[in-house]
């Protein structure tokens, strides 16, 4: 249980253009989800954290305009990169906190990421 | 300020040795949460083990161990019997408060790669 599906898998566009990356909980309802970034080689860097109904809350330093997260329902949360740079160019991975959690000690779940490099 | 460190270089282990993973971590919250994350090449993140600030006992998972050392703020992750599917990138984490949130800081990881 508790599969998180991430789409797509790997996604090359043109700059200028906008990807939208969907993150979906397959088996259970997520209230949060939190989209992360990762550099080659590096870390994973909060992003945003995306609550059901209500507006993500950004982390320092990203743009909410670039980076535009919706949370429609229980089980879906989508980033769109908006007019994307070569400099987004990178590995975007969501996780999802199931709805009945709400101990210390769940793990959030994640997806299998998506590889956007934009040309 | 980093919440998690892990400062090793990338290691070489030999297939079904122990490897020992090492990460420290700071928080002033009473109340936390570590984790251990694996993450192969392919991207994914794989949960491995769970930690918590009040556990009396380290955590154990098959043969994942962590060694909870609360008083220097280590919680280093024992891989026993390494097989060569073990290679991967390993991420340690911590997420602060009772629940809450739920968000998770990570180390900048651990590359493991097991020789046959």
């Known amino acids: 249980g508790a599969v998180v599906s991430q789409h797509p898998s790997r996604v090359i566009c043109k700059s200028g253009t906008s990807v939208k990356i969907e993150c979906r909980s397959l088996?259970?309802?997520?209230?949060?989800m939190f989209w992360y970034r990762q550099f080659p080689k590096q870390s994973l860097m909060l992003m945003a954290t995306?609550?059901?109904?209500?507006?993500?809350?950004?982390e320092q330093g990203v743009e909410k305009d670039k980076f535009l997260i919706n949370h429609a329902s229980l089980t879906l949360s989508t980033l769109t990169v908006t007019s994307a740079h070569p400099e987004d160019s990178s590995f975007y991975i969501c996780?999802?906190?199931?709805?009945?959690?709400?101990?210390?000690?769940?793990?959030?779940?994640f997806g299998n990421g998506t590889r956007l490099t934009v040309t | 300020a980093q919440k998690i460190t892990q400062t090793q270089p990338g290691m070489f282990v030999q297939e079904k040795e122990a490897v020992t993973l090492d990460c420290t971590y700071d928080?002033?919250?009473?109340?936390?949460?570590l984790f251990w994350y694996k993450q192969p090449s392919s991207g994914e993140m794989i949960f491995l083990i769970y930690?918590?600030?009040?556990?009396?006992q380290n955590a154990t998972e098959g043969r994942y161990s962590l060694n909870f050392q609360k008083a220097r703020k280590s919680a280093n992750l024992v891989i026993s019997a390494s097989q060569l599917g073990d290679s991967a990138m390993y991420f340690c984490?911590?997420?602060?408060?009772?629940?809450?949130?739920?968000?998770?800081?990570f180390g900048k990881g651990n590359q493991v790669v097991v020789i046959p």
């Open positions: 995306s609550n059901e109904g209500s507006k993500a809350t950004y």
């Open positions: 984490a911590m997420r602060e408060g009772p629940g809450g949130n739920n968000r998770l800081a």
């Open positions: 930690q918590g600030s009040y556990d009396q």
């Open positions: 996780s999802a906190r199931p709805k009945s959690y709400w101990g210390n000690n769940s793990p959030l779940h």
């Open positions: 928080t002033s919250d009473p109340s936390y949460g």
């Open positions: 088996d259970f309802q997520a209230t949060t």
